[in-house]
């Protein structure tokens, strides 16, 4: 059986790599927030254990203060997760749960929820519509205004209906409004693929042709993020013949986030409407839709917002658009309540948001939404930023000092100079440390290497690199961090399921690993750590 080898990399060159790599990640020579790695070090020296023992992460764990939201979910156990092997693990421990980036897990409240509106039916029939803590009828409203705290909005600007697909070709069909000179719309090019056939449909449905109205921003050659200040050039240079930017929070694949504040002010000065899909981004990161101007977004609430697959989604429309005239899809639950009964078929909207609904909101998928959100209650998206920065600044710490590729031969000479000033030897770093580009661009070595199964050294032991695509300036990502092997990641993926790390695969090479800070923990990182050595030795054999 063949063994992957660990080389041990000095803490203060590591620690000198990892904060250089934040410093060319970010979208300024100055980075605004510090890097997590300064604080977890200074936690590190003042109790007197390593970033890479139980004992740091337990004490980490233990003055966190979002650590009883935990207790407001159910974490799956081992035992509960079919795909894990229970012979090489302890079937009662909970199991690694870093998916909140694709559906998050299950509040405690949610069933006993759902379970009043089942015996409501039961027991009143019709008079549920207007009885109880969720009247059917209206529902959605009691919950608008607490979804509306985590994206930054103001009253109105906010409804609760259908998926976020539908939500987005509702928007679309009011705010894509192209005319001859100006038609275009920009979004990434590795968008969400609903995203995609959405406004590729939009753009058919007005007369156009996708393959010339859609500027589709790919990110440089030989590099995997989009360059912030590529993004504003474009809309500085094609701004005038493009109707809609229209982006996600967060990209799905690398984990990005994109400057939200700063590309919607862009694209307002070149008199472009601006749109954001937030399916990754709500509940994960800091929002400010309605004080950021943002013209109009959507999401869905089943990852980060914990409200079960499928669930409603949200829509968001500023209140300057409230009056508009704008063309639109519309059905008689966007009519008043006052008026709708009348049956007189003259369509009185509400302003905002709710002028978008179309039918009648489902019952029973409001009580998943009104359980997770009364844990976002409990706290603030401020205080969970700061976990989430220290949680997977941890998790990136970890992985880069374990597994981090070697340096490309430009860096490699920089790494040289550093250690000889350091007084220390060039061979403990150099095969163990991690480009201070990656993130930003892609290594020849994890290209190459993909298709060999590892790399060797010249005793023959196996080395496996992990590349991680995501941003490491914290300003620039959420909680998740997308990795990239040198070796076959489906391996890998099925590997990590059978030791009860459920986390998600997405090709062409990418495992998305997400520590949602709501319900997981810095023990969650260490055992995480544990069972990559595991699954990476398996990976091998």
């Known amino acids: 059986m063949e063994r992957l080898e660990r080389l041990h990399i000095s803490t203060e060159v590591f620690d000198s790599h990892i904060l250089k790599r934040a410093k060319m990640s970010a979208c300024s020579k100055e980075i605004t927030a510090p890097h997590p790695l300064e604080p977890l070090r200074q936690i590190s020296k003042q109790i007197g254990h390593d970033l890479d023992t139980v004992e740091f992460a337990q004490h980490m764990d233990s003055i966190d203060p979002l650590r009883h939201l935990r207790n407001e979910f159910h974490y799956p156990k081992m035992k509960t997760l079919g795909s894990v092997d229970q012979s090489i693990v302890n079937p009662e421990e909970d199991c690694v749960y870093f998916c909140g980036n694709s559906l998050g897990i299950c509040p405690k409240k949610t069933r006993e929820y759902v379970t009043i509106e089942v015996d409501k039916w039961e027991k009143t029939g019709l008079e549920g519509h207007t009885n109880g803590d969720l009247p059917w009828a209206w529902c959605d409203e009691g919950l608008d205004d607490q979804m509306g705290v985590l994206v930054g909005a103001k009253k109105g600007e906010v409804g609760i209906m259908n998926g976020l697909t539908v939500n987005l070709h509702l928007l679309l069909v009011s705010f894509y409004r192209p005319k001859p000179e100006r038609y275009k719309v920009l979004l990434e090019g590795h968008a969400f693929p609903s995203d995609h056939y959405a406004i590729e449909s939009q753009i058919r449905l007005k007369g156009y042709d996708p393959k010339d109205a859609m500027i589709c921003l790919e990110p440089k050659e030989g590099e995997t993020i989009l360059r912030h200040e590529d993004i504003l050039r474009t809309i500085e240079e094609q701004g005038d013949s493009i109707a809609l930017v229209c982006f996600s929070g967060v990209q799905y694949y690398t984990g990005q986030k994109f400057l939200m504040e700063e590309i919607t002010r862009v694209g307002h000065k070149k ?42 989604a949200g829509l968001f429309i500023h209140e300057k658009h409230f009056n508009n005239s704008y063309p639109r899809l519309t059905g008689w639950w966007g009519h008043q309540l006052t008026t709708r009964f009348e049956m007189d078929n003259n369509f009185h909207p509400y302003p905002g948001a709710l002028g978008y609904r179309l039918c009648n909101t489902p019952g ?41 590729y070697p340096d490309t031969q430009r860096q490699y000479n920089k790494t040289h100079r550093l250690i000889e000033e350091n007084g220390e030897s060039i061979g403990e770093h150099v095969n163990g440390a991690q480009s201070i580009e990656n993130g930003a661009q892609s290594t020849e070595n994890g290209a190459q290497s993909t298709e060999n199964g590892g790399e060797s050294d010249k005793n023959g032991a196996k080395r496996i690199y992990v590349e991680i695509l995501t941003p490491s300036d914290v300003n620039q990502r959420g909680a998740q961090l997308s990795l990239s092997f040198n070796i076959n990641i489906t391996q890998v993926f099925e590997e990590l ?37 595991q699954a990476l030795n398996a990976a091998l054999e």
């Open 271 to 312: 008199g472009c409407v601006v749109g954001w899909d937030l399916a990754h981004a709500v509940g994960n990161v800091e929002i400010s839709l309605h004080d950021w101007g943002v013209d109009f977004a959507c999401w869905c609430t089943y990852k980060y917002l914990n409200s079960g697959a499928g669930c409603l």
């Open 364 to 404: 029973l998928l409001c009580p998943p939404i009104k359980a997770s959100l009364e844990i976002f209650q409990k706290t603030s998206m401020s205080e969970l930023t700061k976990k989430s920065r220290l949680l997977t600044g941890y998790l990136e710490a970890r992985i880069i000092a374990k597994y981090g």
């Open 497 to 533: 399921r059978k030791r009860g790390v459920v986390c998600d695969e997405r090709k062409p090479r990418v495992i998305r690993v997400a520590p949602a800070p709501l319900y997981c923990s810095f023990e969650d990182v260490h055992r995480f750590m544990k069972y990559l050595d």
